[in-house]
T-cell receptor
Framework: NAGVTQTPKFRVLKTGQSMTLLCAQDMNHEYMYWYRQDPGMGLRLIHYSVGEGTTAKGEVPDGYNVSRLKKQNFLLGLESAAPSQTSVYFC???????????????FGPGTRLTVT | AQTVTQSQPEMSVQEAETVTLSCTYDTSESNYYLFWYKQPPSRQMILVIRQEAYKQQNATENRFSVNFQKAAKSFSLKISDSQLGDTAMYFCACSSGNTPLVFGKGTRLSVIA
């Protein structure tokens, strides 16, 4: 099993450009999450999904959109990148479905995004 | 809303010694889990240990153990016989039946040879 994978690993964008980060998991997990990690801030939840076709806002959703068209994939989109979105982005998944937030989360390796 | 506070931004410990990382949390839920995640320089997030709030017995995983004080809302991590490979950022986190994981800001631990 590959676990949780993220594409790309690194990306540099200019202000105003758009991009999509792809997260894939092969563990048949119901729940998937996108976090951002900034120095001194820990991990903050951007959006999450409780199953195929569902999405929900986390703590810092502004400027991002997500889609979960397939159970194994969770996409994070930046429509018009801003320097404030320079960060390391982590995807995670957990099994669910009975006590979804009580399950261990499995993390991808992260994507380092720089917006100039 | 849940909050998690780690009051020690950085700590260091000599190899083979014991170190304790502090974490306090706040939640209004009666059923919740507490976690410690490790992030080494490779950036990969790794689960170290997990505690179920309704269990009074402190969780242990080899050299890692927790001191869970429910009334004080405290959840500290003790690392015994520290090894160079324990050098990492350590994040305390809390989740409940209705709320996804909330992370603290982390403690950077350096193990010194």
């Amino acid at each position: 099993n590959a676990g949780v994978t993220q594409t790309p690993k690194f990306r540099v964008l200019k202000t105003g450009q758009s991009m999509t980060l792809l997260c894939a998991q092969d563990m048949n997990h119901e729940y998937m999450y996108w976090y951002r990690q900034d120095p001194g801030m820990g991990l903050r939840l951007i959006h999450y999904s409780v199953g195929e076709g569902t999405t929900a806002k986390g703590e810092v959703p502004d400027g991002y959109n997500v889609s979960r068209l397939k159970k194994q994939n969770f996409l994070l989109g930046l429509e018009s990148a801003a320097p404030s979105q320079t960060s390391v982005y982590f995807c995670a998944s957990s099994y669910g479905p009975d006590d979804p937030y009580l399950d261990e989360q499995y993390f991808g390796p992260g994507t380092r995004l720089t917006v100039t | 809303a849940q909050t998690v506070t780690q009051s020690q931004p950085e700590m260091s410990v000599q190899e083979a010694e014991t170190v304790t990382l502090s974490c306090t949390y706040d939640t209004s839920e009666s059923n919740y889990y507490l976690f410690w995640y490790k992030q080494p320089p490779s950036r990969q997030m790794i689960l170290v240990i997990r505690q179920e709030a309704y269990k009074q017995q402190n969780a242990t995983e080899n050299r890692f153990s927790v001191n869970f004080q429910k009334a004080a809302k405290s959840f500290s991590l003790k690392i015994s016989d520290s090894q160079l490979g324990d050098t990492a950022m350590y994040f305390c986190a809390c989740s409940s039946g209705n709320t996804p994981l909330v992370f603290g800001k982390g403690t950077r631990l350096s193990v010194i040879a």
